[in-house]
């Protein structure tokens, strides 16, 4: 009997396309066979023809058989669909057929009537993903010239390409390796589709409200209806809401606002195009909801009601019905148990919230996620007077997310500043990609739940993470993401941010009104990584506005600082408003990065704004304390450095053969799956040292040879072909590199001294590790190398993060004070450096104690090859190499320890959303 064909339901996946509408991508099933005549009876007959070469109106009974049963390994076939008026409907195709072991002619029919979207470009992305799944590593394609479309989106797509004419049909071949090329274009793609969805809900000029009807109706529900009510009729739009009891429309709004509120018993009922729905609904009722919202044309909703995923099981699933339906719709959901979102541009507010009370307009655009933090956060923001692009709450982020808005708030005009508060880090890799990418042009502010950032909501799932809670701080510094302790201190930096220029350096001008308070602020601002400029002084509380204004003349004078701090506590008298009106005069006129502190001011005050050059009306910052100025004047110093170091390259090592790579996992993998036959081992074995070696070599990372030996005969012989002198190392995992124990002999010159060496060891490691045998081979020998500084190199397949890198200088400063660097590919030429000279222990690798400066170049071209490895192959669940003595004549690797098991990433090279 035939074997059952596995449905590879991990292949299916939600997708925004280019014009920010969503679509739903998984493989073609039998069952399809009506949606797919229904499909082919729809194209034009031109389409027909370019797909088919020929013209025909209907599939016929063995075509549709062909095309719908597959056995999803030599020929794979995947479909984009939507629900329509008959179900689900299919709108693109996209199949391969295996002709070769790692060749496929691949092929694609995509609906006239979504020409343009995007379609074929995301379903070659899924294809690709397929196809390097199941060793098919080439597409290639017949395609006719008048084809420009197909062929545009094979040329386009960033692989490696072929194209030639033979017999008037063009021959299409495609490499599907990665290519910096081709990650560059799907981040593109992703970020332009992404960008426009949100751009969908934050332009929407009318607003459809629904609440509760008969029969569904909770107090708490018609309470958040009659509010988002409320907030969009303030803010003159239309609201309309449907099944809310007739008492909504005036309760509470006056007979102005009450005047433009509508209700109809329906969604069909509503004349006028709606931008956004939101609901205020019970899941049932919300999921029902979806389609007359698809028809109506509405491209997005928040869900403000619960009762979704933080009640359990039944919740969840409510919760992903919800998106299911959304997504097959086109729609984009923010929510459930969402605060709602405002957004103010080019003087219009949409509040589509829960809030009574919306902050004024700005620049600076919020993300969180629950309604009780979103309630915090609005206060604080509204206190300290910070105006505001776009506030969105994603309560439990089923779908639209803080990358999403990261997304959309690169091309912005309207936000200059970026503030995440976040619950949890669901895609680390997207995120740090994507926050970069916005970070280079826009300040970045993120407070995370916990430090490790991992916190997660009711009715979702996480990943275990494998990663050291220090990866968290160093994804955000290769991001240049300004990382906030909490709620306070991300509003500290915003507000310094949104009106004040970037600090040019690190020296800070202190104005203070007591001597004992600039001695306080100065030990503050050396503290916070900063510089205390020469131009500092204090005035008596009783200095005239002359003494004053010459005071602050010398601090403003060209190249006197590069920041100013001005702290005014008088003891002896009020303050008066005449000081603060100078300082925010002087760092207008200057346009220098100024904060304060005076008694009485907090926030964004009227008394310290100022015209500047531009006659831009520019706020000087006000702190409670000195201390909370000078920790946020720090942070933006610190991004203003990032941000200025300019755009290093990735790592780009030469002499890279990812083919023989791939060769080696695959062999390995394969190996290691007949070994599974047997019952799966609980960790993967290690590699053997000659597959260790392939797999390094084909990265340009040399591995010393070693040899395993049982006794001191094999080691004499080994040593004889390696070459003298020799190292003599116990093979036991915890005795490696345990010269303190006497697990290791160095600089063994003849035969003689090995077998004396091979009795020393066995005698010193006797009874210390009894339950650790190392079997047959317990001692290795290898050819000994120069002098140099021992350094570890590893890196780990995170379940969350991916792959997590790090640096060290082996012994104590690892094993015992973790003196350890991380960084999450891909790296930076500026993050390897960053990651070699920032560990503790550095100096010895520039000369410490009279030793010479180690080759640097060569330490960061290995720690960069690794990286590029580890991003290259998820299935390096772990390499250590250790040591690898650094001298200045190069890097020799000693030892490599690698394990290899299948392994999947949340960055996976094609777009998808949470599913």
């Given amino acids: 009997m035939e074997a059952e064909v596995r449905y590879p339901v991990e292949w299916e996946a939600d997708v925004v396309l280019r014009d920010g509408t969503t679509a739903h991508v998984r493989p073609i099933r039998p069952s399809d066979s009506d949606a797919l005549q229904r499909f082919h009876g729809g194209q034009s007959e031109r389409s027909v023809y370019l797909r088919f070469f020929v013209s025909m109106s209907r599939l016929s009974a063995r075509d549709l058989r062909r095309f719908t049963e597959v056995d999803h390994r030599d020929r794979v076939a995947l479909v984009a669909v939507r629900t329509g008026p008959d179900g689900e409907e299919i709108i693109g195709v996209g199949r391969f057929d295996r002709v070769e072991p790692t060749q496929a002619e691949v092929a694609f029919n995509i609906a006239d009537a979504v020409q343009g979207r995007g379609v074929g470009s995301v379903l070659l992305e899924h294809l690709a993903a397929a196809a390097r799944e199941v060793g098919v590593r080439r597409f290639t394609a017949e395609v006719l010239p008048q084809n420009g479309r197909m062929i545009a989106v094979f040329r386009e797509a960033g692989y490696q390409l072929e194209q030639r004419m033979d017999d008037g049909v063009v021959q299409v071949g495609v490499d599907l390796d990665p290519t910096d090329r081709s990650r560059e274009v799907m981040a593109d793609r992703e970020h332009r589709a992404e960008a426009r969805s949100v751009e969908r809900l934050l332009a929407a000029e009318e607003v459809l409200v629904l609440g509760p009807g008969e029969g569904d109706t909770t107090s708490a529900q018609a309470v958040a209806a009659a509010r988002v009510a409320q907030g969009v009729v303030t803010n003159g739009l239309a609201c309309h809401t449907t099944g809310v009891a007739p008492a909504l429309a005036g309760e509470g709004l006056g007979d102005e606002a009450a005047g433009l509120l509508h209700a109809w018993p329906s969604v069909a009922d509503v004349p006028r195009t709606v931008g956004l729905a939101v609901l205020a609904l019970s899941p049932p009722a ?22 979704f995923g933080e009640t359990g099981e039944a919740g969840l699933a409510a919760q992903r019905e919800l998106l299911r339906a959304a997504h097959a719709a086109g729609m984009r959901i923010v929510g459930p148990a969402s605060y709602g979102l405002i957004a103010s541009a080019q003087g219009r507010t949409l509040d589509a919230s829960l809030t009574g009370d919306v902050p004024p307009a700005g620049d600076v ?17 509204r206190r300290r007077g910070i105006g505001v692009s776009a506030f969105v709450s994603a309560g439990h982020r089923a779908d639209v997310s803080g990358n999403d808005l990261m997304q959309y708030w690169v091309d912005d005009p309207a936000t200059q500043v970026v503030c995440l508060n976040l619950e949890s880090i669901g895609n680390p890799r997207k995120f740090s990609r994507i926050a970069r990418r916005l970070a280079r042009v826009k300040p970045v502010v993120v407070v995370t739940a916990g430090r490790s950032g991992q916190v997660v909501p009711p009715g979702h799932t996480v990943r275990p993470t494998r990663a050291p809670r220090r990866a968290l701080e160093e994804m955000f510094r290769q991001s ?33 009104s007591a001597a004992a308070l600039t001695a306080a602020v100065a030990e503050a601002i050396v503290s916070a990584g900063l510089e205390v400029a020469e131009a500092s002084a204090y005035l008596p509380e009783d200095a005239d506005a002359a003494a004053v204004d010459a005071a602050l003349d010398a601090l403003y004078a060209p190249d006197a600082c590069d920041a100013v701090m001005v702290v005014n506590i008088p003891t002896l008298r009020p303050r008066t408003r005449a000081a603060s009106r100078s300082v925010a005069r002087a760092a207008a006129r200057s346009g220098r990065t100024t904060v304060v502190t005076m008694l009485g001011l907090h926030g964004l005050e009227d008394e310290l704004a100022a015209p500047d050059a531009d006659g831009v009306r ?36 030469s002499g890279i053969d990812r083919a023989r790579a791939r060769a080696v996992v695959e062999a390995e993998l394969l190996r290691g799956a007949r070994a599974a036959a047997d019952g ?46 020799v190292v003599l190392k116990h093979t036991a995992g915890a005795l490696r590199h345990r010269a303190d124990l006497g697990a290791v002999r160095l600089d063994i010159g003849d035969a003689a001294e090995l077998r004396a060496a091979v009795q020393q060891v066995r005698a010193a490691v006797a009874g210390l590790v009894p339950a650790v045998a190392p079997g047959p081979l317990p001692f290795e020998v290898q050819r000994m190398a120069g002098v140099g500084v021992a350094c570890v190199v590893r890196s780990t397949e995170d379940p969350l993060y991916g792959p997590v890198v790090s640096f060290g200088l ?41 030793a010479p400066v180690v080759d640097l170049a060569a330490l960061e071209d290995l720690l960069g090859r690794v990286s590029v490895m580890a991003d290259d192959l998820p299935e390096l669940r772990s390499l250590e190499l250790y040591p690898v003595l650094a001298s200045d004549a190069g890097c020799s690797v000693l030892t490599a320890r690698i394990r290899l098991e299948s392994a999947q990433r949340t960055d996976a090279l094609r777009r998808a959303l949470p599913s």
């Fill in 680 to 725: 799966p081992a609980p960790v993967p074995p290690l590699l053997d040292e000659e597959s260790a070696g392939a797999l390094l070599a084909a990265y340009g990372i040399h591995l010393w040879p070693s040899v395993r030996v049982p006794d001191a005969d094999e080691a004499v012989a080994a040593a004889e072909r390696l070459g003298w002198p």
């Fill in 480 to 512: 240049g993401v300004i990382h906030a302790a909490n709620t306070h201190q991300l509003v500290d930096v915003a507000q310094l941010l949104s009106h004040q220029p970037l600090p040019t350096g690190r020296r800070v001008g202190i104005l203070t």
């Fill in 810 to 850: 082996a012994g104590d400063a690892v094993d015992l004070l973790e003196d350890m660097t991380f960084g999450i590919p891909p790296l930076t030429v500026a993050d390897v450096g960053t990651m070699v000279r920032s560990i503790g222990a550095a100096p010895r690798l520039f000369g410490y104690g009279g």
């Fill in 365 to 381: 655009g919020f993300f969180c996620q629950s309604a009780p933090t979103a309630v915090t956060l609005l206060a604080t923001v």
């Fill in 618 to 653: 520019r706020h000087v910052p006000a702190y409670s304390t000195a201390d909370d100025a000078v920790q946020a004047l720090g942070a933006v110093a610190r991004y203003a450095r990032w941000r200025a170091e300019g755009h290093s390259e990735p790592v780009r090592p």
């Fill in 286 to 307: 919300a999921i029902r909801a979806v389609p007359e919202l698809e028809a109506a044309g509405v491209p997005g909703a928040v869900v403000v009601s619960s009762g």
